[in-house]
Structure formats: structure tokens, C-alpha cells
């Protein structure tokens, strides 16, 4: 069974940075792209950036524009855990955010495994 785990979430002041985290147990079958969403109250799962990888060490990214220049999301050797480094966050960055893994980086419905999420709060 597959399992996705985020940790790293927390409150933080406008400006600051945090890193997520998420570690992935289980076989993740022919699985090669692994993201993040964010979904903040009221308002629905947004794709939030995206991570592929095509034989050796070949990435692909995607970034929401909304994250562009200051999300960074990137994966260790083994595949099998991802991170989110969020910088300059600001108040509209606060929501859920959630790990996911599938086949299509760039794509919200190319995700179909996620995590049970973890609160990113950024105060003004």
C-alpha cells in the first residue's frame, strides 16, 4: 500500500521560509511525477508545482505562476521523497498543503496518490 507523508508545516510570519516534506513508502508503480497541491478554505485543490523524472537524473518542473521565483520543489536520489522550499511566503500562500503522486507533473488529474496533508499558515 502506498503511503504518503508529509511534515514540515507551521505558522509563519510574512517574508519567512519554511520546508515541506514527503516521504513515500510503498511501490508507487509506474508512477514517475510527484507534486504539491494547496487548498486553501472555501477554495479548491490547486495545483501548486510538480516534479518528473525520465530515466537517470532528467527532471521536469511546472510551477503555478502565483509560486514562480519563490517555491522551489525538488526530489532526492532515491525518488521516493520530495521537498517543497517555500521563500517569501505571503498571507495568500496560507492553506493545506498536500503531497501527490502520478504519472503527469504538469496536470492536476495526472495525480491519483496523496497524503493527508499539512497546514502552512502565514501571518501578515
Known amino acids: 500500500q502506498v503511503q504518503l507523508v508529509e511534515s514540515g508545516g507551521g505558522l509563519v510570519q510574512a517574508g519567512g521560509s519554511l520546508r515541506l516534506s514527503c516521504a513515500a513508502s510503498?511501490?508507487?508503480?509506474?508512477?514517475?511525477?510527484m507534486g504539491w497541491f494547496r487548498q486553501a478554505p472555501g477554495k479548491e485543490r490547486d495545483l501548486v508545482t510538480g516534479?518528473?523524472?525520465?530515466?537517470?537524473?532528467?527532471?521536469?518542473?511546472y510551477y503555478a505562476d502565483s509560486v514562480k521565483g519563490r517555491f522551489t520543489i525538488s526530489t532526492d536520489n532515491s525518488k521516493n521523497t520530495v521537498y517543497l522550499q517555500m521563500n517569501s511566503l505571503k498571507p495568500e500562500d496560507t492553506a493545506v498543503y498536500y503531497c501527490?503522486?502520478?504519472?503527469?507533473?504538469?496536470?492536476?488529474?495526472?495525480?491519483?496518490?496523496w497524503g493527508q496533508g499539512t497546514q502552512v499558515t502565514v501571518s501578515s
Open positions: 501527490a503522486a502520478g504519472r503527469y507533473y504538469n496536470h492536476p488529474a495526472g495525480y491519483d496518490y
Open positions: 510503498g511501490r508507487i508503480f509506474g508512477r514517475n511525477a
Open positions: 516534479i518528473s523524472w525520465s530515466g537517470g537524473n532528467i527532471f521536469y518542473t
